[in-house]
């Protein structure tokens, strides 16, 4: 699929369950929705429907800016840096996100070589040379906040991108699939993230 670019602002959210339509997706939805009723261009990707390999560590990317490994990866990270806003959507697995999901951050390697080698040559990784904004949307099953592990892997994607950190909104206490969806409380809190969000890059 080619992109086009828009003159309205652009959200990309990135579902990193597993599960579909499990509470990090219908959060997700939820917040998408609602940034899109207030003008904003919306766009979800689904990370575990992607085919994207895991990064092999051969560094070659760190003279290039260019993984030598081919897939999806690419597209991905090209709807990342032409959008305004990255949401990043995922429970939390062992302090972190799920296996789709760590593939697809580690291969981002090659993203933090482009931007180095961008910054020499005094540009920006970004086309539109403007940084973007990101925001943590993450649901743990423990009703114990235990987000440090995965807050320390976003500050690190979103330093690769340029992505601003801008909200985060961290649950705690789901488990089962479709309780997100009958809480009545956290849709309308995914709802007011996304109002807020949409207001906040409104050009």
């Excluded at 003159?7 to 959210?13: K, L, Y």
């Excluded at 981002?108 to 005094?122: D, I």
């Excluded at 994607?157 to 969806?181: C, H, I, K, N, Q």
Aim: with cysteine; glycine share 8%; aromatic share 4%.
């Amino acid at each position: 699929m080619v992109h086009v670019p828009s003159d309205r602002p652009e959200i990309v959210g990135l579902a990193a369950s597993t599960r579909r339509g499990g509470n990090s997706d219908t959060l997700l939805q939820a917040l998408l929705e609602e940034a899109e009723a207030r003008g904003a261009r919306t766009e979800t990707i689904i990370l575990s429907a992607r085919s994207i390999a895991p990064c092999i560590g051969c560094q070659q990317c760190q003279s290039t800016g260019e993984c030598v490994i081919e897939d999806d990866f690419q597209t991905v990270r090209d709807r990342l840096l032409a959008a305004d806003v990255m949401v990043f959507s995922t429970p939390v697995y062992f302090w972190n996100v799920p296996s789709p999901a760590k593939a697809f951050i580690d291969r981002n390697q090659s993203t933090g070589a482009r931007k180095a080698l961008a910054k020499k040559r005094g540009e920006s990784v970004r086309p539109s040379g403007r940084p973007g904004l990101g925001l943590l949307l993450a649901i743990a099953a423990d009703p114990i906040p235990k987000f440090s592990g995965l807050k320390q892997t976003m500050a690190a994607l979103l330093r690769a991108y340029e992505l601003t950190p801008w909200d985060e909104m961290l649950v705690t206490g789901l488990f089962g699939s479709g309780e997100a969806a009958a809480s009545p409380k956290l849709l309308a809190d995914a709802r007011r993230v996304g109002g807020r969000l949409a207001d906040a890059i409104d050009r």
